[in-house]
């Protein structure tokens, strides 16, 4: 399934370039303080405390954010996160991308119990499934299905999810 994305176009210079015309300057501004001290704190509960008081990320019991993951700056929202999962060493969550023509905003999800390795970026609008493991430096491009092995870029399927 292609990722679920909203669409806004734009005329005169590129998306980027009108930034705060899509997302108020102070949010951008405070949500960069939150995520860099949670890049770096090494208590696990505080990240957590962090992200779900300040950044309004839906965060489950036990998930940890390893070391520099870097949550969306502008809409950290967007994104939700199961329970006991883990998410690698300086993964990048994007709920939103800005493109010369337009720009897209998409909610990511990620389940319960996934391992999510180090150096990975996951794109807007994709939902990765319960017991999901995505290899280091994989660039999620597309939906991964519930205990399913995934890895690469592009991200191919390594193993498919076990059938009961």
Do not use: C
Not at 14 to 24: A, D, G, K, M
């Amino acid at each position: 399934m292609g990722r679920r994305t909203e669409r806004y176009p734009v005329t005169e210079a590129n998306s980027l370039w009108q930034i705060y015309q899509t997302v108020p300057f102070w949010k951008v501004m405070r949500n960069f303080i939150v995520i860099q001290l949670a890049r770096y704190t090494p208590f696990l509960p505080m990240k957590n405390w962090l992200y779900r008081t300040f950044l309004g990320m839906k965060v489950g019991d036990k998930t940890a954010f390893a070391l520099m993951v870097m949550p969306d700056i502008m809409f950290p929202e967007k994104i939700s996160v199961g329970t006991n999962s883990v998410i690698g060493y300086n993964t990048t969550l994007l709920a939103h991308e800005y493109l010369i023509d337009e720009y897209r905003i998409g909610e990511v999800h990620i389940g319960n119990e996934v391992m999510i390795g180090a150096n990975t970026t996951i794109l807007p609008g994709v939902s990765i499934g319960d017991g999901a493991v995505v290899s280091a430096a994989t660039l999620v491009h597309q939906d991964v299905p519930a205990g399913a092995f995934v890895g690469g870029n592009p991200m191919r399927m390594i193993r498919e999810p076990e059938t009961t």
